[in-house]
């Protein structure tokens, strides 16, 4: 089973506002967008993607993301997380009417298509499954198969959310790659532990994170 997977990115000027004790203003949409590049980068390469469509309405990072390969919808509801990755998924079936959908963070800097590979397949044996992150209040993925709604409710304990909403929690080990995203200074050790992608790599050079 291949997946399309809806990827939803705030204008850069708004995002990763936590990194605040970690990099200074000028640098956080840098930041932000770089994640953006190496989640999707890497969500490219998985055998178990067909294709990532991202929804966003921050003009850079639009073309940037088109140019790795990505789809690039505008955020035409304009009302916050949950509302892009529905009318992404809308998008998407209406294209594919028969596409497995999933919605995926855009902060993933460190995602291995493998273990993301991983998540998918057995995301594939329920009708709509989530993954939670690795601080285990939020969700990183969340999974609709063939003809179910994704009904999306990421935002806080969004964990505790989707689980109340019907989704199976997938419990996985060797997956740490697509629980670890990236909200806080702490988040983003963790991700450098991992290993994360070049632009991400690039972009975090300049902080002395493990020095703080």
Same mark, same amino acid.
């Given at each position: 089973m291949q997946w399309t997977?809806v990827v939803p990115?705030?204008p ?6 936590r ?13 932000a967008l770089?994640f953006a590049?190496?989640?999707v980068a890497?969500? /490219?390469?998985?055998p178990?993607?067909?294709g ?11 073309r940037? /993301?088109?140019? /790795?390969?990505?789809s690039?919808?505008?955020?035409e509801?304009g009302?916050? /997380?949950n509302?892009?990755l ?7 079936r209406?294209?594919r009417?028969?596409s497995?959908?999933?919605?995926l963070?855009a902060d993933l800097?460190?995602?291995r298509?493998?273990e993301?590979?991983r998540?998918?397949?057995?995301a594939a044996?329920?009708?709509r ?7 285990g209040?939020?969700?990183?993925l969340?999974a609709a198969g ?5 009904l999306p ?17 997938l419990?996985l080990?060797t ?5 670890q995203?990236?909200d806080?200074?702490?988040d983003?050790?963790a991700?450098l532990?991992l290993g994360?992608g070049p632009?991400?790599?690039t972009a975090?050079?300049r902080l002395?994170i493990?020095?703080q």
């Amino acid at each position: 089973m291949q997946w399309t997977l809806v990827v939803p990115l705030k204008p850069l000027a708004r995002a990763k506002s936590r990194l605040a004790d970690t990099a200074a203003d000028a640098l956080r949409p840098g930041l932000a967008l770089a994640f953006a590049q190496d989640t999707v980068a890497a969500a /490219l390469t998985c055998p178990a993607v067909a294709g990532v469509a991202v929804v966003t309405d921050d003009a850079l990072a639009a073309r940037e /993301l088109s140019a /790795l390969g990505a789809s690039v919808l505008a955020d035409e509801p304009g009302r916050g /997380l949950n509302p892009a990755l529905e009318f992404g998924a809308a998008k998407v079936r209406a294209a594919r009417p028969n596409s497995p959908v999933a919605a995926l963070n855009a902060d993933l800097p460190a995602l291995r298509p493998a273990e993301l590979a991983r998540v998918l397949d057995a995301a594939a044996q329920f009708p709509r499954a989530f993954l939670p992150d690795a601080a285990g209040v939020g969700t990183t993925l969340l999974a609709a198969g063939p003809g179910m709604e994704l009904l999306p409710t990421f935002g806080t304990d969004s964990r505790a959310r989707h689980r109340a909403s019907g989704a199976t929690e997938l419990i996985l080990d060797t997956v740490d790659s697509v629980r670890q995203d990236v909200d806080t200074g702490i988040d983003l050790r963790a991700a450098l532990a991992l290993g994360v992608g070049p632009r991400t790599a690039t972009a975090t050079a300049r902080l002395l994170i493990f020095g703080q």
